[in-house]
Structures are given as structure tokens and as C-alpha cells.
């Protein structure tokens, strides 16, 4: 099992920016997908953004364009950064490690899950 840490969440004002740091421990990371969720007050757990090993990414329609997956696999690093951002991003965002791409869309692995980081977007 894989418990990445993830970091770099905080409160943020409408149409600011933040970046958000997961970091995970172990070896293979450099082969490993990897992705960001988020679950918003009240509802549940949604995919934001997925990269895959060879550094593809997908994103939800509803950030495309304004966050930005990408990896560092020498630091075992996947990062978040988030731009022009919207009271609905507001959510407990979670890192998953090691799921699989499958017809174009990120499955997680269900034994690795972060604490999660609070991202709160004020107006």
C-alpha cells in the first residue's frame, strides 16, 4: 500500500491561484499513474485530473483549462496547480496513487488514498 502526503492547500480568494503538492513514498513511481479528487462539502468524491507514467494527462470538463496536473519523478511528486479559481472548487482534494487508464479515463487504486488538503475558495 501507498499513502501519498498531499500538501499546499489553504483558503484563496475568487480568481487566485493555488498549488497543490502530493508526495508519494515507495519504489516505481516513475511507472505509476497518478490522479487528484476532490470531494466538495456534501457530495461525493470526483475526479479532477489524471496523469499517466508516460505524462499524459486528462482533466474534468469543469477545470479544464484553469488547473494543470503534472509529475517530477525524481522527487515522487505529482503537483496541482490550480488557476482562476471558483467557490465550486472549494473541497477536501485527495491524491491517488497507482490506478489505470482505461478507455481514456483514470481508475484509482482503492488502497491508496492521502488525508487529503483543504482548498477553500472565498468570493
Known amino acids: 500500500q501507498v499513502h501519498p502526503v498531499e500538501s499546499g492547500g489553504g483558503t484563496v480568494q475568487a480568481g487566485g491561484s493555488l498549488r497543490l503538492s502530493c508526495a508519494a513514498s ?6 505509476k499513474s497518478m490522479a487528484w479528487y476532490r470531494q466538495p462539502p456534501g457530495k461525493e468524491r470526483e475526479l479532477v485530473a489524471g496523469i499517466s507514467s508516460d505524462g499524459r494527462a486528462k482533466y474534468a470538463d469543469s477545470v479544464k483549462d484553469r488547473f494543470t496536473i503534472s509529475r517530477v519523478n525524481a522527487k515522487n511528486t505529482v503537483y496541482l496547480e490550480m488557476n482562476s479559481l471558483k467557490d465550486d472548487d472549494t473541497a477536501v482534494y485527495y491524491c491517488n496513487v497507482g490506478g489505470a487508464f482505461s478507455s481514456g479515463r483514470y481508475i484509482p487504486n482503492l488502497r491508496s488514498w492521502g488525508q487529503g488538503t483543504q482548498v477553500t475558495v472565498s468570493s
Open 26 to 31: 515507495g519504489n516505481g513511481f516513475s511507472r
